[in-house]
C-alpha cells in the first residue's frame, strides 16, 4: 500500500463498497455520523492516549490500493516506554465514493461523509482495542503499528512474510483448557 499526499480517489478496490452503498444492517457504523471531522480526530487523540501512545501526526492524502485510490490519513503515533518512545504509524483509507451518483448530496459532501465515517469507526476500533486490553492479560494493542527497519511496521512485517499463516492452530487441533498463573 503506498502512500500519496492530495490526491483524489479514481474508482473502488476490489471487495470494498462504495460509501454511497453501505448501511448499518451490513455492520457499517459512522455513515451518518453529524460529529466533526475535528471532534472524531480529538476522539481518536483520547482513545490512543488511553492505550498509552500519542499521535504526533495527522497527514491527509490518499492511498494507492491495488490500482485504486482512496481518501484517507497517516497517523504517526509514539508510544513511550520506559523513556524511551518508539515511533509507529497507521493508515486509514476511507471508502471510495461513486464519482457518477445521482444523490442529492455534492461528490464533495459525499467525500467528506466518507472521511468521518472512517474516523468514527478508527474510534470506535480503538475502544474496542481498549476492552480488549483490559481483558487479554500481556494484550499490547500498538505493538503492531510500531515502526521497524524499511519504515514497515511491525503489522506489515508479520503479513509480508507469511507468519500469520502460523498464528492459527490447524483444523485438526483442538483448544486444550489451562490454567494462567501470575509469576511476581
Do not use: C
Not at 33 to 41: G, V
Amino acid at each position: 500500500m503506498n502512500f500519496i499526499p492530495d490526491t483524489q480517489p479514481h474508482s473502488r478496490p476490489e471487495g470494498v463498497p462504495f460509501f454511497d452503498d453501505v448501511k448499518s444492517s451490513g455492520g457499517w457504523a459512522g455513515h451518518t455520523t453529524r460529529k466533526s471531522i475535528a471532534a472524531l480526530q480529538s476522539e481518536i487523540n483520547d482513545a490512543v492516549e488511553r492505550l498509552g501512545g500519542v499521535i504526533k501526526l495527522w497527514q491527509r492524502g490518499a492511498f494507492a490500493i491495488d490500482g485504486q485510490e482512496r481518501q484517507g490519513y497517516r497517523l504517526e503515533i509514539a508510544i513511550e516506554k520506559d523513556g524511551s518512545v518508539l515511533p509507529g504509524q497507521l493508515d486509514i483509507a476511507a471508502l471510495p465514493v461513486k464519482k457518477n451518483h445521482s444523490l442529492r448530496r455534492s461528490l464533495e459532501t459525499r467525500q467528506k461523509q466518507s472521511m468521518k465515517m472512517a474516523l468514527y469507526m478508527l474510534r470506535e476500533a480503538f475502544g474496542g482495542l481498549w476492552f480488549l486490553q483490559q481483558l487479554a492479560p500481556g494484550y499490547a494493542p500498538l505493538i503492531p503499528l510500531l515502526l521497524v527497519e524499511g519504515g514497515k511496521t511491525v503489522g506489515e512485517m508479520w503479513l509480508d512474510a507469511g507468519l500469520t499463516s502460523n498464528l492459527l492452530p490447524s483444523p485438526d487441533q483442538a483448544f486444550v483448557e489451562g490454567e494462567y498463573e501470575e509469576v511476581q
